[in-house]
């Protein structure tokens, strides 16, 4: 992560803190469906690979349901979509994820305005190398931590950090092979 993305994920996490204390609401805000589109930016590599590629960018859409427990708790799922990322092996060679899925369980506190939240799930993608005439399966576990605040009665702003540990297959490929990705989303949600 490039020294200016992580100077704006931390900008973006102190200002969602803050806009979460400054309102005392609880859980029961966060009840109910939603969804949102959100822009994530992904840095994957290849498990004992000497050098790691470069990270690309991506958009995606995202919905769930969120459920109260008490006046802080909150549980929910969230299935999202995300569209193409490019990433550079070697110049002239890139890495592409393709129609990233994941469905994840999440369980999170409310405090003020605010949910911290954690999550875990099941990642799904195709991936592609230039040049090379088959394409890559990979799948496996995500979890994550993120901060999500209300920014009107039904407009929420998140940011989140996901790792995604996945079983490459297809093609020649050796068995055992894994890619793991690192990414950092921020969204918008809309809440029905």
């Known amino acids: 992560m490039t020294k200016s993305l992580k100077t704006l994920v931390a900008t973006a996490a102190i200002s969602l803190a803050v806009a979460g204390a400054a309102s005392a609401q609880d859980a029961l805000q966060w009840q109910g469906f939603y969804a949102g589109a959100q822009v994530n930016s992904i840095s994957p590599d290849l498990e004992g690979a000497p050098v790691g590629f470069g990270s690309g960018q991506s958009i995606g859409v995202f919905g769930g349901y969120n459920h109260a427990l008490a006046d802080n708790f909150v549980v929910g799922g969230e299935l999202s979509f995300n569209g193409s990322s490019s990433h550079t092996v070697v110049p002239g060679t890139d890495l592409s994820l393709d129609n990233l899925m994941t469905v994840r369980a999440r369980g999170g506190y409310a405090v ?81």
């Open 112 to 192: 003020g305005s605010a949910l911290f939240y954690g999550s875990i799930g099941y990642a799904t993608t195709d991936a592609s190398i230039t040049g090379v005439p088959f394409t890559l399966d990979a799948s496996g576990t995500i979890f994550g931590l993120g901060v999500e605040a209300m920014l009107t009665e039904n407009l929420s702003a998140r940011i989140e950090y996901n790792r995604a540990n996945m079983d490459l297959s297809g093609g020649p490929l050796p068995p055992g092979l894994e890619v793991n990705a690192d990414a950092v989303t921020m969204g918008l949600a809309y809440h029905f």
